[in-house]
């Protein structure tokens, strides 16, 4: 039971929509820190999603937030720049895609830290009761 509310959890951190975050904050203050903080704090979610949970909660996470950046980057079409050419060689739905696809190899390689971490520990656990 508590790994399934700590997934749900979890799920609930991933529903923000990161990639439209980080596109806006691009977008107005012509600042990178948005996809910096997108990758920091998703890699933190998949850490922990690997770590106290599996996998489902990172898959699910990371597809409700693509959505949700599609929600709220339809709402952007009356910017005429934000579509227009500002993202250029991409369309912005086109950028959301790419953007979360990248986004995926630092939280893969948050994963990996966390199996680690957890069979290191789980491993001194069993060692010290021998």
């Known amino acids: 039971m508590k790994k399934i509310s700590i997934g749900i959890f979890l799920v609930i951190l991933y ?18 820190i948005g996809y910096l903080i997108m990758i920091v704090s998703t890699s933190i979610l998949a850490f922990l999603s690997k770590y106290f949970c599996n996998f489902i909660p990172f898959i699910i996470g990371n597809i409700l937030s693509m ?17 227009g050419g500002y993202f250029t060689p991409f369309y ?6 790419v953007v979360s696809l990248i986004n995926l190899i630092p939280q893969y390689i948050a994963m990996i830290l966390a199996k680690k971490v957890h069979s290191i520990k789980k491993g001194c656990i069993t060692s010290t009761i021998r």
């Open 15 to 32: 529903c923000f929509p990161f990639v439209y975050f980080s596109m806006k904050q691009d977008f107005t203050n012509r600042s990178m």
């Open 92 to 97: 912005t739905s086109q950028l959301i895609v």
């Open 67 to 83: 959505i949700i950046s599609f929600y709220f980057n339809g709402g952007m079409s009356d910017i005429e720049m934000w579509d």
